[in-house]
């Protein structure tokens, strides 16, 4: 007997799942377009030198590469003459392919998003999986810090939309940012050389998932020194000390932030006196004071965190992640990819964007219960229908239809039970489904223009004017 479960790491989605994604991706592309970003899609399968270099060696390993067909297939070549395509790994470079394909076709500064699924043979976990959407937004053609404020307002309107706002037990959303010319200054600063940076930020990546010692082992393994991870350590616990002090405990279950602004400019000096003769450093910590700066010096919602480090290779500038506390991990992120655009043609253009990771803002939603405002405010609606029709008689199947089809006309959702049976079945099979009214048809109710209305939460049904049956359930 063939397996029944999906493959490890992919899911299956039943309607009220379903709803609940449309809804959030709704509210998505509903802010990306107030913003003047466009949609744009692009295959889920992509030639697989378009994908490899691009991520890190970390990045090619999670590939899930696609074997060659028929004669094309080669075992004597090995990896060349087994793969040329992967299934798509980010939207990213996709993007970057996108736009130096179509360069002549697209304005000076393209403003996109993009929803679609990602696949990326990683272990599956809580929150992650091998099959998931992202919900991509990017800015390309400009060097202005402009680009990188309006991606966190973007990302923030969002997340306020989506109710992520202080709740007891709970920590309000905070997106971290940080810059990839800062950590070169303190990798430099500690010793590290610039050829072992990628190794060192893609350990410095996991320092949330695996903690300090975690990553002290992981840079041994990947052949950096003890010393060198000792300075960088030294310099996050300082910051860390005084990211603590500006939260305070108001009762036992939750945490209110008092003066974030005052914890960025401590971390700013602490990090400019490691780096103060690093110039790159510094001209980095100046870009990260203009972005803060343009949301004002009380705005909570944006921390400089020095610790962060993006692991993929592309970055080059500004890099930002969501944090919504430990339990799940970030919510997304991004950053500055200047270099990477010019990897498919001869021209360099500047490219930021922002991702937003859909399964996890699901989990983290359900688990807090957060769709119950949008279902009560039936902003949501996990049922299938507002309405139920069901006939007695086989005489009845046409009247079923066209009243099916005259509620719909009036913006109703309507379903029609299948089967012509007694009364008691299609009210059980409403029930089962959720379906908030039945609509009974009796032939000689019919021929006096009237139908039986049965509200199903509070069990009373009456007789209607069938011409009044769309307002009676819509009131």
């Not at 480090?309 to 930002?320: C, D, N, V």
């Not at 200047?338 to 991702?355: H, Y």
Request: hydrophobic letters at 35%.
């Amino acid at each position: 007997m063939s397996k029944t479960q999906p493959a490890r790491g992919m899911r299956d989605f039943l309607p009220a799942d379903v709803r609940k994604r449309n809804y959030v991706i709704g509210i998505i592309k509903e802010v990306y377009e107030s913003y003047g970003f466009e949609p744009l899609e692009t295959p889920a399968v992509e030639n697989l030198e378009t994908l490899t270099g691009k991520y890190g060696e970390e990045g090619n390993q999670l590939m899930f590469r696609i074997l060659k067909r028929g004669e094309k297939l080669d075992v004597s070549q090995g990896e060349k003459g087994l793969s040329d395509l992967a299934l798509r790994y980010d939207l990213t470079v996709p993007l970057a392919r996108v736009v130096a394909n179509y360069r002549n076709e697209l304005p000076k500064f393209f403003k996109r998003y993009q929803i679609q699924p990602v696949w990326r043979a990683d272990r599956p976990a809580r929150g992650r999986f091998r099959e998931f959407y992202q919900c991509d937004v990017d800015a390309i053609g400009s060097n202005s810090m402009m680009v990188e404020a309006e991606l966190i307002s973007a990302v923030s309107e969002i997340l306020e939309r989506l109710e992520f706002k202080d709740k007891p037990g709970y920590t309000r959303f905070v997106i971290r940012l940080n810059h990839r010319k800062i950590l070169k200054a303190i990798l430099d600063e500690s010793g590290i050389k610039e050829f072992q940076h990628i190794e060192a930020l893609t350990a410095l990546d996991k320092l949330d998932k695996i903690g300090v010692e975690g990553v002290k082992k992981e840079f041994v393994a990947r052949g950096l020194s003890e010393q060198s991870f000792e300075s960088i350590s030294d310099l996050f616990s300082r910051i860390d000390k005084r990211r603590f002090e500006v939260f305070h405990i108001t009762d036992s279950s939750h945490v209110k932030r008092t003066d974030l602004s005052g914890w960025n400019r401590d971390s700013i000096n602490e990090v400019r006196r490691m780096v103060s003769e690093h110039t790159e450093g510094n001209e980095a910590l100046k870009e990260i004071e203009s972005i803060l700066g343009k949301f004002g010096e009380n705005q909570c919602n944006i921390q400089f965190s020095p610790n962060l480090a993006r692991g993929l290779s592309y970055y080059t500038g500004a890099i930002f992640e969501i944090d919504v506390g430990k339990e799940i991990g970030s919510l997304g992120g991004g950053g500055r990819y200047d270099g990477l655009i010019g990897m498919f043609g001869k021209e360099q253009i500047p490219a930021c964007g922002f991702s937003l990771g859909l399964e996890r803002i699901l989990v983290v939603m359900d688990e807090r219960g957060m769709f119950e405002k949008p279902i009560a405010e039936g902003k949501l609606k996990l049922d299938s229908a507002d309405v139920m029709i069901a006939g007695f008689d086989e005489a009845l199947v046409g009247e079923c239809l066209k009243l099916a089809g005259e509620l719909r006309q009036k913006g109703l959702r309507v379903l029609v039970y299948p089967e012509i049976s007694q009364k008691g079945k299609p009210v059980k099979y409403a029930e089962q489904i959720g379906v908030p009214f039945v609509c009974l048809l009796k032939e000689n109710e019919l021929a006096a223009g009237n139908v039986t209305l049965k509200n199903m939460q509070t069990n009373e049904q009456e007789t209607v004017a069938r011409e009044d049956v769309s307002e009676k359930i819509k009131s």
